[in-house]
């Protein structure tokens, strides 16, 4: 069975230009969130979706930030402008998302490595 | 657990050998738990979980053991092999936080041949 997708794996930008990740969770998968990785701060969750919505989005940075979930089998998390201080590994993860509020094992995308110039 | 930044603490062990990794979580009204491995260069993978009303679970030759009075949880991975070698990660739901994880600072281990 595929596990979560991410596209691209890599990605170098300019400051200042557009960018735009995205994310295929486990088909059947009714939750998905999107983690962003560094080194001084670890793993940190931005935002969580159940069934399409967004339930949580305290930990998006600023309003730079951005994510949608069209459908089930799709998310994108965007950046724009992006700075310097957004590269990152930033890790799509799926679960399968009985409800908004069970506690449940979420299983993690390859991340995409982003550096921004 | 909180993030330790640059430095992760490492635990080095001989091939073979048992290895016992230990998270110290803060918040006493988690009741789900997690340990995630990470392989450098990909995402994080789901070894084992366990939940609250639990003080132990096993799986293929790792065992997660659950001390709620102390806010101890522990790895312990039997006959250590190299390809062991990655960051764990334990993760912690409380129970007022949907599906929420935190995730602790990790821990290297290193396995010697």
């Known amino acids: 069975d595929a596990g979560v997708i991410q596209s691209p794996r890599h990605e170098v930008t300019e400051m200042g230009q557009e960018v735009t990740l995205r994310c295929k969770p486990i088909?059947?998968?009714?939750?998905l969130f999107w983690y962003r990785q560094t080194m001084m701060r670890g793993l940190e969750l931005l935002i969580y979706?159940?069934?399409?919505?967004?339930?949580?989005d305290s930990g998006m940075p600023e309003d730079r930030f951005s994510a949608k979930m069209p459908n089930a089998s799709f998310s994108t998390l965007k950046i724009q402008p992006s700075e310097p201080r957004d590269s990152a590994v930033y890790f799509c993860?799926?679960?399968?998302?009985?409800?908004?509020?069970?506690?449940?094992?979420?299983?993690f995308g390859p991340g995409t490595r982003l550096l921004v110039l | 657990g909180e993030s330790v930044g640059l430095h992760l603490p490492t635990l080095s062990v001989q091939e073979g050998d048992n290895s016992i990794i230990n998270c110290a979580y803060s918040?006493?009204?988690?009741?789900?738990f997690i340990w995630y491995k990470q392989e450098s260069g990909k995402g994080p993978q789901f070894i084992i979980d366990?939940?609250?009303?639990?003080d132990k679970r096993q799986g293929q030759r790792v065992t997660v053991l659950l001390n709620k009075t102390v806010k101890h949880l522990s790895l312990q991975i039997a006959a250590t092999q190299p390809g062991d070698s990655a960051v764990y990660f334990c993760?912690?739901?409380?129970?007022?936080?949907?599906?929420?994880?935190?995730f602790g600072g990790g821990t290297r281990l290193m396995v010697k041949p």
């Open positions: 918040n006493s009204a988690s009741d789900y």
């Open positions: 088909s059947g998968h009714n939750s």
């Open positions: 993860a799926s679960s399968l998302g009985v409800s908004a509020s069970y506690q449940e094992t979420q299983y």
């Open positions: 979706f159940n069934n399409n919505v967004p339930i949580d």
């Open positions: 993760a912690e739901i409380p129970n007022n936080a949907g599906n929420m994880l935190t």
């Open positions: 366990i939940r609250s009303n639990m």
